[in-house]
T-cell receptor, first 114, second 115 residues
Framework: EAQVTQNPRYLITVTGKKLTVTCSQN?????MSWYRQDPGLGLRQIYY???????DKGDVPEGYKVSRKEKRNFPLILESPSPNQTSLYFC?????????????FGQGTRLTVV | AQSVTQLDSQVPVFEEAPVELRCNYS??????LFWYVQYPNQGLQLLLK??????LVKGINGFEAEFNKSQTSFHLRKPSVHISDTAEYFC?????????????FGRGTSLIVHP
C-alpha cells in the first residue's frame, strides 16, 4: 500500500530537548516536504527536498533542520524545541510528474513543547 | 510564486443542503489545482484535481469543482451534504514547471454539517 509514515503520532517534550520526527515513503517519490498546521493559519511549509541531498527552506524554517540522505526518508529535527513549536506536523511526498495528482500525506505528528 | 485564498474560514450548513467552498489563486505561471480533505485527527487526502481539459472536475464522495481561468477560481461544490462531510477542506496549487513540486495550500475552510 502506498503510504507516507510518520513517527511518532504524538509527542510531549520539554523546552530545549532535541527531538526527531521521522518520515518515510514507499512510493519512490523524488519530492518530500514538511508542513506545520496551526489553527487559522492552515498549512505552512517548513522545508522541502527535491531529491537526495537537495533540501531548501519553505516559509517557516526557523528552529528546524532536515536531512535527505536516502530517497525514502526525510526526518525533521528540532535541535532546541520551544513552546511556539507546539503544532501539528505533516510530512508529504510527491512524484516528479506534477500531473500525476498531487501530494501524499502522512497521518500527522502532534507535538507539544512544555 | 503562487498564493491561494480560501474566502471562508468556516461554512456551516444543514444536512442535505448544497454547499460551495470558495478558492481563488494567484500565479504568474500555469498551475495544477487540487482540493484536499482532512477529517478529524487524520492527514490530508486528495479529493479532486484539475490538470487540463474539461473545467468541471468530479472527485470522490460526490464533490466537484469548476476551474475558471478568467476569475482564477476553483470553487468546490456538493449538491447535498452529509454529516460525514464535516471536515477541513484545503485548496492547493502547484506550478506546471519550475519551483517547488509540493503544492501551496490555502488556509483551509472548515465545513460543519448540522443535522
Amino acid at each position: 500500500e502506498a503510504q507516507v509514515t510518520q513517527n511518532p503520532r504524538y509527542l510531549i517534550t520539554v523546552t530545549g530537548k532535541k527531538l526527531t520526527v521521522t518520515c518515510s515513503q514507499n512510493m519512490n517519490h523524488e519530492y518530500m516536504s514538511w508542513y506545520r498546521q496551526d489553527p487559522g493559519l492552515g498549512l505552512r511549509q517548513i522545508y522541502y527536498s527535491m531529491n537526495v541531498e537537495v533540501t531548501d527552506k519553505g516559509d517557516v524554517p526557523e528552529g528546524y533542520k532536515v536531512s535527505r540522505k536516502e530517497k525514502r526518508n526525510f526526518p525533521l529535527i528540532l535541535e532546541s524545541p520551544s513552546p511556539n513549536q507546539t503544532s501539528l506536523y505533516f510530512c508529504a511526498s510527491s512524484p516528479r510528474d506534477r500531473g500525476s495528482g498531487g501530494a501524499f500525506f502522512g497521518q500527522g505528528t502532534r507535538l507539544t513543547v512544555v | 510564486a503562487q498564493s491561494v485564498t480560501q474566502l471562508d474560514s468556516q461554512v456551516p450548513v444543514f444536512e442535505e443542503a448544497p454547499v460551495e467552498l470558495r478558492c481563488n489563486y494567484s500565479s504568474s505561471v500555469s498551475v495544477y489545482l487540487f482540493w484536499y480533505v482532512q477529517y478529524p485527527n487524520q492527514g490530508l487526502q486528495l479529493l479532486l484535481k484539475y490538470l487540463s481539459g474539461s473545467t468541471l472536475v468530479k472527485g470522490i464522495n460526490g464533490f466537484e469543482a469548476e476551474f475558471n481561468k478568467s476569475q482564477t477560481s476553483f470553487h468546490l461544490r456538493k449538491p447535498s451534504v452529509h454529516i460525514s462531510d464535516t471536515a477541513e477542506y484545503f485548496c492547493a496549487v502547484s506550478p506546471l514547471s519550475g519551483g517547488s513540486y509540493i503544492p501551496t495550500f490555502g488556509r483551509g475552510t472548515s465545513l460543519i454539517v448540522h443535522p
